[in-house]
């Protein structure tokens, strides 16, 4: 099967693609937000907007989810950040879900997110 890969990375990588389709799946990166300044609402929001993106560039939606993974920095922030996973996600085709609290790669990123859908 052909692989196609969205968004490489510049240096210093290529460290990744941002997203990867195969088949008939779709395999985004752990994706954060731009601009790290928000709280995790705005933050959270940034990310589900990349997310739809990437997933409209490979031919999918968010109603074809399959997965998704949640890394967050502090859990006392977890009900803010499912208020927007919540109001965004498809209510019909949610997921498969696993949330946990991580140290992050930077400080002021608040929340990562990694998703598979199917095509």
């Given at each position: 099967m052909d692989i196609r890969r969205i968004d490489l990375t510049q240096p210093p990588g290529p460290r990744m693609s941002r997203a990867v389709i195969h088949g008939d799946r779709?395999?985004?990166?752990?994706?954060?937000?731009?601009?790290?300044?928000?709280?995790?609402?705005?933050?959270?929001?940034?990310?589900?907007?990349?997310?739809?993106?990437?997933?409209?560039?490979?031919?999918?939606?968010?109603?074809n989810l399959l997965s998704a993974n949640l890394w967050i920095k502090d859990m006392a922030l977890f009900a803010d950040m499912n208020s927007v996973w919540n109001t965004w996600v498809d209510p019909e085709n949610p997921p498969a879900r696993a949330c946990v609290k991580a140290e992050m790669a930077r400080p002021e990123v608040l929340v990562e997110i990694m998703v598979t859908a199917a095509k």
């Amino acid at each position: 099967m052909d692989i196609r890969r969205i968004d490489l990375t510049q240096p210093p990588g290529p460290r990744m693609s941002r997203a990867v389709i195969h088949g008939d799946r779709v395999y985004l990166a752990g994706l954060t937000a731009g601009d790290t300044s928000q709280d995790i609402k705005g933050q959270t929001k940034q990310i589900l907007d990349k997310i739809d993106s990437y997933l409209a560039q490979a031919g999918t939606s968010k109603s074809n989810l399959l997965s998704a993974n949640l890394w967050i920095k502090d859990m006392a922030l977890f009900a803010d950040m499912n208020s927007v996973w919540n109001t965004w996600v498809d209510p019909e085709n949610p997921p498969a879900r696993a949330c946990v609290k991580a140290e992050m790669a930077r400080p002021e990123v608040l929340v990562e997110i990694m998703v598979t859908a199917a095509k």
